[in-house]
C-alpha cells in the first residue's frame, strides 16, 4: 500500500496507425496542485466517506477514456451513412422514383417508411451486438458496471447516438438515417459480409472493448489510492486532481447573535414570558 503513496500507476490507451487500440505503458501522474486544490488547502480537512470516494472514481474513470468517445463516434458515423447511402440506392433501383417525391408519398401512405434500423448479418437473427452483458463472476459484474458508466456519461453521448443499450444488459449497433424517413425495404437490415460494413462493425466492437478493459483496470487503481486515504487533506497531499473533485463542505455562519437578541432571551427565561391575557 506504501506504493501508492509514491506513484499512481493507470492504463492508458492509445490507437495505432492502424486505428487499433492498444493498453499502452503505464504513466506516472505527478500531483499538481490546482487552483481548485489550492482553495481546499485553505479549508478544514474532513472524512472521506465511501460514497465520495466512489463519486470520485467513477469521475476519474470516465475522464481517463472520454479522449476515445469522439474517435469512435466518428467510426459509428462512417458505417452509419454508408448503410444508409447504400440502402438509398438500392430503393432507388426498385422505385425508379425522383427522391424529392418520396417525403410526400410517404406521408401519403404510399411508401412504408424509417428512420431507425438495427441492422444484423446477412443469415442471421441476431442483431449487431457490442457485447451481452454476463454475470457469471466477480470480474464480469464489475466489467458491467464499468460499461455502464462509460456508455451512459456524457462524453460518450456521441456514441451512443449510434448505439442501442438494451435494458442495461446488450449494446447493440443502431443505425440512424441523418435526412430523416426514407423508404423502406423488405430485408433492409440484412448485412451480407461483402458490404465491409460487418467487418467495420466488429473492429469498432474490438477499439470499444479495449475502452471497457483499460476502465475496468484505471478504476480498480484509482479506487485503491482513493481507499488509502482517510481525510480530503490526504488524498490532496496525495492525488490533487482527485481532490478537487470532491464535494466542499458547507461553510456555516459563525456570527453571534447580537447583544441585544441575546439579552432579551436571558432576560424572559428569568422573569418568564408575558403573561396570557385573561
Not at 470516465?62 to 444508409?84: C, P, R, T, Y
Amino acid at each position: 500500500m506504501c506504493g501508492l503513496f509514491a506513484v499512481v500507476t493507470v492504463a492508458l490507451l492509445k490507437f495505432d496507425k492502424v486505428h487499433s487500440i492498444q493498453v499502452a505503458r503505464k504513466a506516472t501522474i505527478t500531483p499538481t496542485i490546482t487552483q481548485a486544490g489550492k482553495e481546499m488547502a485553505t479549508t478544514q480537512s474532513f472524512t472521506l466517506t465511501k460514497e465520495m470516494r466512489e463519486k470520485v472514481v467513477d469521475q476519474l474513470t470516465v475522464m481517463a477514456v472520454e479522449k476515445h468517445a469522439k474517435k469512435l463516434a466518428a467510426s459509428l458515423g462512417k458505417i452509419n451513412d454508408e448503410f444508409w447511402r447504400r440502402h438509398c440506392e438500392a430503393v432507388d433501383a426498385v422505385l425508379q422514383i425522383d427522391r424529392a417525391r418520396w417525403p410526400e408519398l410517404i406521408q401519403a401512405g404510399v411508401l412504408s417508411a424509417t428512420s431507425v434500423m438495427t441492422p444484423k448479418a446477412e443469415g442471421k437473427s441476431c442483431p449487431i451486438q457490442f457485447y451481452r452483458a454476463s454475470y457469471n463472476d466477480t470480474r464480469g459484474e464489475a466489467l458491467e458496471k464499468i460499461r455502464r458508466l462509460v456508455v451512459l456519461s456524457v462524453p460518450f453521448a456521441p456514441v451512443m447516438d449510434h448505439l442501442n443499450y438494451d435494458n442495461s444488459r446488450t449494446l447493440e449497433v443502431r443505425f440512424k438515417s441523418r435526412s430523416g424517413s426514407v423508404p423502406r425495404l423488405s430485408g433492409m437490415e440484412a448485412l451480407p459480409e461483402s458490404s465491409g460494413i460487418i467487418t467495420r462493425a466488429r473492429k469498432i466492437q474490438a477499439d470499444l472493448a479495449a475502452v471497457f478493459e483499460a476502465a475496468l483496470e484505471f478504476h480498480q487503481q484509482a479506487a485503491d489510492v482513493l481507499n488509502s486515504c482517510r481525510t480530503s487533506r490526504q488524498l490532496l497531499d496525495l492525488f490533487p486532481e482527485a481532490a478537487k473533485l470532491l464535494p466542499q463542505p458547507v461553510k456555516r455562519n459563525t456570527d453571534l447573535a447580537p447583544a441585544e437578541l441575546v439579552s432579551s432571551v436571558r432576560g424572559m427565561l428569568k422573569t418568564g414570558v408575558p403573561d396570557l391575557e385573561a
